[in-house]
């Protein structure tokens, strides 16, 4: 492959954060990522992917079914459970904090878990590149960083040019599904992918309903006992010409 490059085009939705793993965090990464974690060949930084590298769904989960990809797993409660309940379908979490991916790891083995994978990476690289094109049947982002002061809101995951990613990675006829406790960040969302011309509503009114399949986690619960109104969002891709 190429030299990488020195530096990003764009700037990251998240800061990378230094906090210290626990013993069984750091445990779980040294026995239990080489069941679930991607060795993503990297390009610019820690957390990019080599534009040349891509995954291959079929090879990594040894066989061919739909695939879910949540960016921004976090501790990963929300996908453990859905790759629980659904063992006929494969996930994949992208996520860029380890701590979170070690607790993910730890409650997928408990779970006994086997239809999931994680990515530590950068989530518009490992749509707009890593991802085969069409392969995922959804793409789940829930509660991403609102980045709420004003200076900061160009970091934003769901900005213009996000689309043209997500539409890349996601098949004809399927979901981009959202949710945020930031009202202004919901009414951005909104705005953005209305203008997309990939992409269609698919709900009806203001916003869509919640999401039956999102497990109500604390971090909800708490947005929710500060008042805060959870809005969702869900789009169909619309077919390729």
Known sequence: M?????????PVSFVRRSGRMSEAQERAFAE???????????DVAWTSVHPEARMDPAEEYG??????????SGQGHAIVSAATERPDDDFLAVEVFRAGLARTMLDADKAGVR???????????????????GAAAEVWIFFSDPWHKKRHTKRRL??????????RAIADGGLLRLATD???????????????????????????ERFDGRVMTAFERKGIAKGREIRDLVYRRKPRA
Do not use: C
């Not at 190429?2 to 764009?10: M, Q, S, V």
């Not at 239990?32 to 990297?42: G, I, Q």
């Open 2 to 10: 190429p030299e990488p490059r020195t530096f990003r085009d764009e």
């Open 32 to 42: 239990l990522a080489p069941r679930y974690l991607l060795d993503v060949p990297r």
């Open 63 to 72: 066989r061919v079914a739909p695939l879910i990809v949540e960016i921004g």
């Open 115 to 133: 239809n999931l994978r994680l990515i530590e990476a950068n989530a518009p690289e490992v749509l707009s590149t890593y991802l085969p094109e």
């Open 158 to 167: 769901i900005r213009p040019g996000f689309g043209d990613a997500a539409a």
């Open 182 to 208: 930031w009202e202004d960040y919901a009414v951005q969302m909104r705005e953005v992918l209305d203008a997309e011309p990939l992409f269609e509503r698919a709900f009806d009114g203001d916003w869509a």
